[in-house]
């Protein structure tokens, strides 16, 4: 009987819900409805699949993290340099990112998870400005503070061309973003997934019941950083350039900004703190353009500070809570 409840618990969890589905039919939407907003979209999209990467160690696994941003740039020159010195076949320059980053993922993650939330938000942020400097030393590589230029994008397929207006390319990565997300989702649904629900809720019980909770956490944290560092290819092709700011700080902080907006722990979470942050970003630097960054720090600190206690875990804690229900995914 408890194996017969958990399949179905897991076959449940599995199960695409109505929300989802809408939402899913309104992002297709967008591309025929919202055309002049292509441009913005592509960006949203990019952001939103670097935080959903995130939130698959902080959400999923309770790994916290401030260089996140180094999986992304990472990704970023990898799929830069391929297009320039390999081929600029897009996929496969996605493939690269990713691989890349994976690498990177794995090479770091025994460093990540020797220590404590501390020691962890220490080393990661290490690791990411350790490789902003060797970005910046690496010019006649990496192009320096300049940025790495020349990066010209081969047709995707052979067929469909990327356009100044940014059309193309928001198709492209929302394609990717949608196969990448219902991977991930795939993930923290399954067994694997919700072991490490357990290992993030406690990690002592999870080692004593049997979970290799060291080999789940450097596997999730490789997956997390593999997709990021797609997310940062898919910005180096649909820019077709590279700057030394994809491995910088603010990238981190931002998407840590978005989850918390949006809710760790339900993969949608960082879709709509995207969003939200996108939408207020435009908003306030139009408003202000001296100051919006202020006011984007006070937002968050009225969300941290009132509105977690009052309304739960971000805009999905809300939602959760209006559907009656508490658990990710």
């Excluded at 690498?103 to 080393?123: E, K, N, P, Y």
Aim: proline residues 3%; contains cysteine.
């Amino acid at each position: 009987m408890p194996t017969k409840s958990a399949v179905s618990r897991l076959s449940t969890l599995g199960r695409w819900r109505l929300p989802e589905i809408l939402f899913w039919l309104a992002a297709a939407a967008s591309v025929p409805l919202l055309t002049e907003y292509h441009l913005v979209l592509t960006e949203i999209a990019i952001i939103a699949l670097f935080a959903v990467s995130l939130d698959l160690i902080l959400g999923y696994a309770g790994i916290a993290s401030l260089g996140h941003a180094a999986f992304f740039g990472a990704g970023a020159y990898a799929a830069g340099l391929f297009a320039i010195h390999v081929t600029n076949d897009p996929l496969l320059g996605l493939v690269a990112g990713a691989a890349v980053a994976a690498v990177l993922g794995f090479a770091t993650s025994f460093l990540v998870l020797r220590g404590a939330d501390l020691t962890r938000l220490m080393v990661t942020l290490g690791v990411a400005l350790v490789l902003g400097e060797i970005a910046n030393k690496a010019g006649k590589i990496t192009g320096g503070a300049d940025g790495l230029q020349g990066v010209f994008m081969a047709p995707i397929l052979g067929r469909f061309e990327f356009d100044l207006f940014g059309h193309v390319g928001y198709v492209y990565c929302l394609v990717v973003f949608f196969v990448l997300f219902v991977v991930a989702r795939r993930i923290v649904v399954s067994p694997f997934g919700l072991s490490l629900l357990a290992i993030r809720d406690n990690p002592l019980r999870a080692r004593a019941i049997g979970i290799p909770v060291n080999a789940r956490l450097t596997s999730v944290y490789t997956i997390s950083a593999a997709i990021a560092g797609v997310a940062g290819a898919l910005l180096a092709q649909t820019a077709q350039f590279v700057s030394i700011d994809v491995l910088a700080f603010h990238r981190s902080a931002d998407a840590l900004l978005m989850l918390v907006i949006g809710g760790t722990g339900y993969l949608y979470g960082g879709i709509v703190g995207a969003v939200a942050f996108k939408v207020l970003q435009e908003i306030l630097s139009v408003w202000t353009p001296q100051y919006w960054t202020f006011w984007i720090g006070a937002i968050l600190v009225a969300i941290v500070l009132i509105g977690r206690q009052r309304i739960g875990n971000g805009v999905m804690g809300v939602w959760a809570r209006l559907l009656g229900k508490g658990g990710a995914a």
